[in-house]
């Protein structure tokens, strides 16, 4: 595979990972859950940030 198309795969997983992080640190979570989502996060990149989203937005949902 081209070097190019890696270069963007790493690039965009390091921005959503960012994201992540930015959107954990702006959450109304309590402070124990934001450090246990920026620790997974940061152990499991793409995966706690996976997480995260889908567990973000069915807690949401929860408290509609």
Partial sequence: MHPF?????IL???VFILYSLYHVA????T??????YCVLILVFPLF??????FM?????????
Avoid: E
Wanted: hydrophobic share 40%; aromatic share 18%; charged share 15%.
């Fill in 56 to 64: 973000n937005r069915t807690t949401a949902k929860n408290n509609q």
């Fill in 12 to 14: 965009s997983l390091l």
């Fill in 31 to 36: 402070w124990d859950r934001k450090i246990m």
């Fill in 5 to 9: 198309i890696w270069q963007l795969f």
């Fill in 26 to 29: 702006q959450s109304n979570n």
């Fill in 48 to 53: 706690g940030s996976f997480v995260y989203f």
